[in-house]
């Protein structure tokens, strides 16, 4: 389990220099977490892993918030007011500034669904409950929806997760050590969150990765160390220290950011952390830390965080295709740093300064929080304010919701369903149309062509294999076993059309994939099989791509539209992609980033099957 973005609220006054008991090392350190994380993002190439920056940031955030909040109740001065003060100024004058840039440039460059569902995380925001939005309302899966269009405010989850820690752990913390159990209660919290973790990652990984109960570990980890429940022996400090670092290393150059990861890439670098800070200032790695370009990139690392992230995404949204360019990448980089510096400087630090009042400082972030829920409000109540757009630009993002009747209905086929809600025509049905997700899509098409009612089995993600070998899941393998049984029992179904986006499962095995298509073929011998292919590959949401185009006075959006290659025998195969390239209008044809419209199922899918079929029977 890993992720892209950074908890970087470590505790407040740990990067002064002023401080008692100051490590510039854990600055440092801070920056080892902070710059592989900005490449990482950027799009540039050699870091794959550099979001393991999250699990870094946690372990320091534990290590030094312990110590202030133990230090201070071994003392009796503990207050939770002033340790809420102290959170309020690190944390929401920065956070408020980025807040308002972040809807101010959406409502120039997002499409109304886009700019809701960012007045939506905003108020998640200020309400710190960002991870809860994004677990459950924003999007899912971190990595899939950081691929696509990314969500400017998508990293604050991970801010939602230090906020709600120092909520319950000040309490916590003072209920332990009112029954002398500081040290068995934080291993316990290690253990049980850890545990979760692990189980989590496989049955629950989106809640697992984006809430408290399962990062908590990573912050306990710190936290053991600030307690002393684990320390790093003097004589071993400097080999812990390398090991550290090379933990760290390994995992920024070894993992990539694709969902959940095995469990030793969940550890490793927060292990690695762990052994830095235990190993002391003193240790070698910790004194390269220490230096003072470290330090310096180390101080800004929460301004860095907040700023580089939605500068990313704009540029994504400004550039619209998937990768930007090098140059682009670079000067994002340089951007981030720029707009980090400025607001450490005249945010961060006057706002934390003891000679303001706290006062002063609230009243200001209220008056900004004020400011982005106005935007916010407006947003959603204006259902994203369409009216920025022009005309055409609004007919094109209409086309997100061009979908086939059955598109949306039989995403997933239930086998309830397939004689009842998942029949194209009236009758018993003498075809079957077979396939992914782009089997329900492109059904109006596929039916209309062939003229007989037709039955339609969609499985999302699950090409028509029958073999695990040829690289789909156990799951989906015995979902289409299950197929072929029921269709063994249906003998008037006598046409088997067989669609899928047959690119996305190509680039796992070109060769294992088309094996196992045989195989079904085979296995449906008797029966005329006709298999659909050369749907083209946007990788861009046509409709919003297409409107952004538009609106900006952009070249319109050209598909790639390669002849399809079809290796099997027993088949008739149909090649939709000279088709797909010729219409003139080519953002009428998706409804996203591969599904065929119903424009494209009436003017591309029923003339070209059609006209193959009448071709076969001359």
Not at 1 to 7: H, K, L, Q
Not at 125 to 147: E, S
Not at 191 to 203: K, Q
């Given at each position: ?7 970087f609220e470590a505790a407040s006054g740990g990067s002064e220099s002023s401080k ?541 539209c390669p002849p399809a290659r079809v290796p099997l025998s027993g088949v008739m ?46």
């Open positions: 389990m890993r992720n892209s973005t950074i908890a008692p008991g100051y490590r510039a090392d854990i600055d440092g350190l801070r920056a080892l977490a902070i710059l592989p994380v900005v490449w990482f993002h950027s799009g540039l190439p050699g870091a794959s892993g550099g979001f393991v920056g999250v699990d870094i940031f946690f372990v320091i955030s534990g290590y030094l918030i312990t110590r202030i909040i133990s230090g201070d109740l071994a003392t009796g001065s503990f207050s939770f007011g002033h340790f809420y003060r102290r959170r309020f100024r690190r944390i929401a004058p920065a956070l408020v500034v980025v807040l308002i840039f972040t809807l101010a440039v959406g409502y120039l460059l997002m499409v109304p669904d886009e700019l809701v569902k960012q007045c939506r995380s905003a108020i998640a925001a200020l309400a710190m409950i960002p991870n809860i939005f994004f677990a459950y309302v924003g999007g899912g899966d971190y990595f899939a929806i950081a691929k696509r269009a990314p969500p400017p405010l998508l990293h604050t989850w991970s801010l939602g997760i230090e906020e709600q820690f120092y909520l319950i752990f000040p309490l916590f913390l003072m209920i332990a050590a009112r029954f002398r159990v500081v040290r068995p209660a934080i291993v316990l919290v290690v253990v049980l969150s850890f545990a979760l973790c692990v189980i989590g990652t496989t049955r629950a990984p989106i809640a697992t990765f984006y809430l408290l109960p399962g990062r908590a570990w990573e912050l306990g980890l710190g936290a053991m160390l600030a307690v002393e429940t684990i320390a790093v022996p003097a004589r071993l400090r400097a080999a812990a220290s390398v090991i550290g670092i090379a933990m760290i290393a390994a995992s920024i150059a070894l993992l990539e950011g694709q969902g959940v990861s095995p469990l030793w890439a969940v550890a490793a670098p927060a292990v690695g952390a762990m052994l830095l800070i235990g190993s002391g200032p003193g240790a070698p790695v910790n004194r390269a830390l220490g230096l003072s370009p470290f330090v310096w990139v180390g101080r800004i690392s929460y301004s860095l965080y907040l700023w580089h992230w939605p500068i990313f995404a704009f540029l994504q949204r400004w550039w619209i295709d998937d990768k930007l360019p090098v140059a682009w990448s670079l000067a994002g980089i340089a951007v981030s740093i720029a707009m980090a510096w400025i607001t450490y400087r005249w945010v961060e630090q006057p706002a934390r300064r003891g000679t303001v009042r706290f006062g002063a400082v609230a009243a200001i972030v209220a008056g900004g929080a004020a400011v982005v829920t106005a935007i916010a409000v407006v947003g959603l109540i204006w259902a994203g304010v369409p009216e920025r757009f022009t005309p055409r630009a609004r007919v094109m993002l209409a086309q997100a919701d061009d979908y086939a009747p059955l598109a949306r209905k039989c995403f997933h086929t239930a086998f309830a369903d397939i004689d009842g809600k998942c029949l194209v025509g009236r009758g018993l049905p003498t075809a079957l149309i077979w396939g992914d997700s782009h089997a329900a899509t492109d059904s109006a098409g596929i039916a209309a062509a062939l003229g007989v009612p037709s039955a339609v089995v969609s499985s999302g993600g699950c090409p028509p294999v029958i073999d695990p070998s040829a690289g789909v899941s156990e799951g989906c393998a015995k979902r289409n076993r299950a197929i072929l049984a029921w269709l063994q029992q249906r003998p008037h179904i006598t046409t088997i059309v067989l669609t899928a986006l047959w690119h996305s499962y190509e680039m796992s095995g070109r060769e294992r994939l088309w094996r196992g298509v045989q195989s079904i073929v085979t296995a449906l011998g008797g029966r005329r099989i006709i298999v659909l292919a050369g749907v083209p590959y946007p990788g861009v949401d046509v409709p919003t791509d297409s409107a952004i185009r538009e609106q900006w006075g952009r070249p319109p959006l050209r598909f790639d195969v149909v090649d939709l992609s000279t088709a797909f390239c010729a219409y003139p209008e080519p953002w009428r044809l998706f409804v996203d980033r591969n599904h065929a419209s119903m424009t494209a199922n009436r003017a591309v899918i029923a003339p070209v099957l059609a006209a193959a079929l009448a071709g076969s029977r001359q």
